[in-house]
């Protein structure tokens, strides 16, 4: 790509200004200077042969002179980082790139990572993961060193810890169990025991008995616990509701034991069943009412509008209760002389505000209804020219 002469210009020129403000003239710094790519800066640079210009650029001698110091370092277990942290002069201005490309290029020996760096150890079986985490200085948590050992089959060698100490705090704990009756304590009771301090689960407490078979006392089923309290009942004269305050218990768990048992019980009817609500309170007010004597509205207005309708239509439903049915608008108008009343008059005497609805049961029932004047008088008074827009 062509280098245009206002581009140089461009570039000679922010590295000036960087220098004179006392930052570092590199790629990036350049480049976020002047608002353009690395490699953009660096191709500039490079077709005029001005890279030395940088403050980052490295002659091949200087390559060639760290290059000789670093293998007068033991630079076998060193990764990259810890290389650059050798006292040699330019090692640090190196970025990650150029200085792996000078260790391949001059055979530099090198540790690429971690586990590199423990496979160059000869012999790991004959060390214990400690040794070898001291060995490479990683800056890991010595758990994770661990994973990493056993995650790549690494050999080591292996320290037998003694467990006399907890061999013995089990066996005072096994002496205490059996100088007392277990059998009938169950495992939580044991557990509860001072003794069982340090023993952090029920698993780990249930192993221990059977194990060492020390008896203790195994809780029924509650299909079996269910059989045993009903045993010797008439259950086919009680009802579920019965069973269950006698038994306890989760009330599905009992009715799927009742079923696959088939353990007879007596079935409620659905007239046997009461009619229960969140309003069975404010229903109590009509059983001394004689409701056939209102209308669900009236009722409703008594039982102060807090019940649905349809709530109470099923409540009086299922009493058996009668009520007085709405009149129908035609039922309304017939002891009227609908021919005095415009359709708007009959709606407010009969209660029904929506004028359409009105006009259809009147023109439907037939009743002769007064005409209103009112748009009729306006279209005249628009005509002779009294009302003006």
């Not at 359709?343 to 029904?352: T, Y």
């Amino acid at each position: 790509m062509k280098v245009q002469p206002t581009t140089i210009l461009k570039v000679r020129q922010a590295i000036g200004e960087l220098k004179a403000n006392g930052r570092k003239a590199s790629t990036s710094s350049v480049a976020a200077h002047l608002g353009l790519s690395g490699p953009r800066v660096y191709q500039v640079l490079h077709k005029r042969g001005e890279l030395s210009s940088l403050d980052s650029f490295t002659s091949k001698r200087d390559f060639e002179r760290i290059a000789q110091e670093l293998k007068t370092h033991h630079t076998k277990n060193l990764i990259l980082q810890e290389i650059k942290c050798l006292p040699i002069d330019g090692l640090s201005r190196l970025s990650n790139v150029q200085l792996s490309t000078m260790l391949t290029n001059y055979k530099i020996p090198h540790s690429r990572n971690l586990l590199g760096r423990v496979r160059l150890i000869e012999n790991t079986e004959l060390y214990t993961p400690s040794e070898l985490f001291g060995m490479v200085e990683a800056n890991i948590k010595f758990d994770s060193f661990k994973q990493l050992l056993y995650a790549n089959k690494i050999p080591f060698k292996k320290v037998r810890k003694t467990y006399a100490r907890r061999v013995n705090k089990t066996q005072a704990t096994l002496n205490h169990l059996r100088s007392i009756d277990t059998r009938k304590m169950s495992i939580k009771d044991i557990w509860r025991l001072d003794v069982m301090k340090n023993y952090q689960s029920y698993e780990t407490v249930r192993q221990l008995l059977r194990s060492n078979n020390i008896p203790y006392g195994r809780k029924l089923a509650f299909a079996d616990e269910v059989k045993n309290k009903l045993n010797d009942l008439d259950t086919a004269s009680m009802t579920f509701k019965e069973i269950h305050e006698l038994v306890g218990g989760p009330e599905a768990r009992l009715r799927i034991v009742i079923q696959s048992n088939k353990i007879p019980y007596r079935k409620l009817k659905r007239k046997e069943i009461k009619f229960k609500s969140k309003y069975s309170r404010l229903y109590s007010k009509l059983d001394n009412i004689d409701t056939s004597q209102y209308t669900v509205e009236e009722l409703r207005h008594m039982l102060g509008f807090s019940v649905p309708v349809s709530s109470l239509y099923a409540r009086l439903k299922s009493r058996g209760q009668a009520y007085k049915k709405n009149m129908s608008i035609a039922e309304k108008l017939s002891s009227l002389d609908t021919s005095k009343h415009t359709i708007k008059e009959l709606g407010e005497i009969v209660g029904i505000h929506c004028y359409q609805t009105m006009y259809y049961a009147v023109r439907t029932a037939g009743f002769p209804y007064k005409r209103s004047t009112k748009y009729r008088d306006r279209k005249n008074a628009i005509f002779e020219g009294s009302i003006k827009f």
